[in-house]
Nanobody, 124 residues
Framework: QVQLVESGGGLVQAGDSLRLSCAAS????????MGWFRQAPGKERDFVAA???????SYADSVKGRFTVSGDNAKNTVYLQMNSLKPEDTAVYYC??????????????????WGQGTQVTVSS
């Protein structure tokens, strides 16, 4: 069973930065993709960013230029560096792992394993 543990969330002001971490129990480098999603109260869980085994990355339009996804294979950890945070970035952020290629990285159904989430709150 793969376990994903997110950390790094918190309360910040608009314009600040945060870095989220997702530690995987298995070899994160062996997964097809690792993704980040977020869910605000009363809203659906939305795609934020993903990094593929090849090293290529994808981002939601709303975070392009502000967020950066990266991975450290030696630590089996994926990161989400979030800069220039906005109040609309407030959400619970989830890490997800896709062991196999079976869909677009932006889709929930691509991922088999999910973390418990970490809260990010951005005040104006």
């Amino acid at each position: 069973q793969v376990q994903l543990v997110e950390s790094g969330g918190g309360l910040v002001q608009a314009g600040d930065s945060l870095r989220l971490s997702c530690a995987a129990s298995g070899r994160s480098s062996s997964y097809y993709a690792m993704g980040w999603f977020r869910q605000a109260p009363g809203k659906e869980r939305d795609f934020v960013a993903a990094i593929r085994r090849s090293g290529s990355m994808s981002y939601a339009d709303s975070v392009k230029g502000r967020f950066t996804v990266s991975g450290d294979n030696a630590k089996n950890t994926v990161y989400l560096q979030m800069n220039s945070l906005k109040p609309e970035d407030t959400a619970v952020y989830y890490c997800a792992a896709a062991p196999f290629l079976r869909g677009a990285v932006e889709r929930h159904s691509t991922y088999d394993f999910w973390g418990q989430g970490t809260q990010v709150t951005v005040s104006s």
